[in-house]
């Protein structure tokens, strides 16, 4: 199973939007409304910011959104802040009880 | 609250094998697969299989069918994941990961391997 694709880095200033987007195939994001994204600041565990495509756990800011078009799934920063300045990660389920994530898309908040 | 706990760092020779554990509280154990997820210095994630607590199977990505096995502890709540055959290339976090939505990650386990 390949990787997901995401872009290596996203800049924005501060208050703007910005997404990021996570491309796979038919037989997983295609196929399945299971696509999570993940934070990741360094040093530290992920934390899930997305799950099921759309759904934002407790806690985390209504600044995150998550879509999905086709093969192609998107994580979208509104009001981007300092401490957004991150990598993130998406993940989607592939089928036959197997996960796959991306490669990761660090943002930078100019 | 929901935690998994994770055994420490550990330094191995290649060929060796080394197990992690992974302790659950704060929640029904068997409710919720466990995933593991492992980060290489400076890389990305890459997943490497989930167990179901409930009965104790689990399911592998393709690369780690034959060297990675999971296993669980109902008792304790504890999950474990042995990685056989170390190479040089499987320094790395390993993490456990609660549900299918990964909501709930240990801290992370260092597996470093060195001659």
Sequence with gaps: QSALTQPASVSGSPGQSITISCTGTSSDIGSYNVVSWFQQHPGKAPKVMIYEVTNRPSGVSNRFSGSKSGNTASLTISGLQAEDEAVYYCCSYTGSSTWVFGGGTKVTVL | QVQL?????????????????????????????????????GQGLEW????????????????????????????????????????????????????????????????????
Excluded at chain 2, 13 to 41: D, E, L, M
Excluded at chain 2, 54 to 72: I, L, P, S
Excluded at chain 2, 85 to 92: E, G, I, N, P
Aim: net charge positive.
């Design chain 2, 48 to 115: 490497l299989g989930k167990i179901n607590p409930a009965g104790g199977y689990a399911n592998f990505a393709q690369k780690f069918q034959d060297r990675v096995t999971m296993t669980r502890d109902t008792s304790t709540s504890t999950v474990y994941m042995e990685v056989s055959s170390l190479r040089f290339d499987d320094t790395a976090v390993y993490y456990c990961v609660r549900s299918d939505n990964l909501d709930y990650w240990g801290q992370g386990a260092l597996v470093t391997v060195s001659s």
């Design chain 2, 5 to 41: 706990v994770q055994s420490g760092a550990e330094v191995k020779k290649p060929g060796a094998s080394v197990k992690i554990s992974c302790k659950a509280s704060g929640y029904t154990f068997t409710s919720y697969y466990i995933h593991w997820v492992r980060q290489a210095p």
